[in-house]
């Protein structure tokens, strides 16, 4: 673990401060933001959509295009 020490407006801190444990909440709005957990999130949330679509053959149909475009054509946008 690193100790760090940040400045953040006051309102901030007031809410930080009201944390139970304020580390673990910072670590965890901060890996919602970075870029290779949100990427794994994105990739498990079209997993799961997939899946669900496999059980509904008339839905599939109509989201196909979706299905097919693959990661490159989906690449940067958010689910």
Known sequence: MTELSISVPDDVAEFLRSQHDTSDFVTRLARREMPAAR???QHAAA????AALAQRPDERDADR??????HDQ??????
């Open 74 to 79: 989906l690449h940067g946008h958010e689910w």
């Open 47 to 50: 997993a799961s959509y997939a």
């Open 65 to 70: 295009p979706l299905i097919d475009a693959g």
């Open 39 to 41: 990427r794994a999130r």
